[in-house]
C-alpha cells in the first residue's frame, strides 16, 4: 500500500507571495492532517480534515487555509507569505481518527523557504 | 529526556548498547501514547503506542513504558544499529474522541556510534 505522497517537495518563494501544497493520503484513509515542523517550535498542529470538513484547526492566522476532496486528497494555502513561514510541513493521514490503534501516518513533507 | 517545551536534547550511544528515550507528558488525561521516528529528510514514522490501561508494550527490539503516576513515558531501544539515528517523539492523545489532535513533544536526538 503506498504511503502518504505530498507534493512539491521542495518550494522556494519570496514574500507576499502565496502557495498551496498537495498532500494525498494512505487508500482508504478519510482523515488528513497538517502540520508545521520548525526548529524552534517543533511539529505544530495546523487543521485536520474529515470527509472534506474541517473538524479541528490550531492556532494559526487566517493565512493558512486547506481544503479536502471528496477522495480525500488535501491541500493547504498559505496566503500572503512570510518569512516566519519556513519551515517542513508535513502531512499526514489516519484511519479512524479518535480512536486506538490508529496512528497517524505521515508524509516526507515539502519544505518550504519565503526569501 | 524529552518534555514538551524543551530544547531537544541529544543521546548518544554506541552500537549495540541499549538505548533509552524519556518523555515526560503533560495532560493526566491523556491516554494513548505514540512514539515516532524521524530520519533526516523524512517524516515521522510509527514506532510503536500503548494504551494507558498498559504499563508495559513489547514490538521488534523497542519497548515502551508507561508510568501514569508520574506521567512519564520512555522508550527502550534494545541493541541500538546506527540505522536507529534519529529524532525521536512521543506523542499523547485522548481516546476516543471526536477529534484526533495528537500533542507532540520537541523530540530527543538519538547519536547512534558504529
Known amino acids: 500500500k503506498a504511503g502518504v505522497t505530498q507534493t512539491p517537495r521542495y518550494l522556494i518563494k519570496t514574500r507576499g507571495q502565496q502557495v498551496t501544497l498537495s498532500c494525498s493520503p494512505i487508500?482508504?484513509?478519510?482523515?488528513v492532517s497538517w502540520y508545521q515542523q520548525t526548529p524552534g517550535q517543533g511539529l505544530q498542529f495546523l487543521f485536520e480534515?474529515?470527509?472534506?470538513?474541517?473538524?479541528n484547526k490550531g492556532n494559526f492566522p487566517g493565512r493558512f487555509s486547506g481544503r479536502q476532496f471528496s477522495n480525500s486528497r488535501s491541500e493547504m494555502n498559505v496566503s500572503t507569505l512570510e518569512l516566519g513561514d519556513s519551515a517542513l510541513y508535513l502531512c499526514?493521514?489516519?484511519?479512524?481518527?479518535?480512536?486506538?490503534?490508529?496512528?497517524?501516518?505521515f508524509g516526507n513533507g515539502t519544505r518550504l523557504t519565503v526569501t | 529526556g524529552e518534555s514538551v517545551g524543551l530544547h531537544l536534547p541529544t543521546l548518544s550511544v554506541q552500537e549495540g548498547d541499549n538505548s533509552i528515550i524519556n518523555c515526560a507528558y503533560s495532560?493526566?488525561?491523556?491516554?494513548?501514547f505514540i512514539w515516532y521516528k524521524q530520519e533526516s529528510g523524512k517524516g515521522p514514522q510509527f514506532i510503536i503506542d500503548?494504551?494507558?490501561?498498559?504499563d508495559k508494550r513489547q514490538g521488534q527490539r523497542v519497548t515502551v513504558l508507561l508510568n501514569k503516576t508520574v506521567k512519564h513515558l520512555s522508550l527502550q531501544i534494545a541493541a541500538t544499529q546506527p540505522g536507529d539515528s534519529a529524532v525521536y517523539f512521543c506523542?499523547?492523545?485522548?481516546?476516543?474522541?471526536?477529534?484526533?489532535?495528537?500533542?507532540f513533544g520537541r523530540g530527543t536526538s538519538l547519536i547512534v556510534h558504529p
Open positions: 500503548i494504551r494507558s490501561n498498559m
Open positions: 480534515y474529515f470527509s472534506e470538513t474541517q473538524r
Open positions: 506523542a499523547e492523545n485522548i481516546v476516543p474522541g471526536g477529534s484526533y489532535i495528537p500533542t
Open positions: 495532560n493526566s488525561a491523556s491516554d494513548y
Open positions: 487508500s482508504g484513509h478519510r482523515s
Open positions: 499526514a493521514s489516519s484511519s479512524t481518527p479518535g480512536h486506538y490503534n490508529s496512528p497517524l501516518h
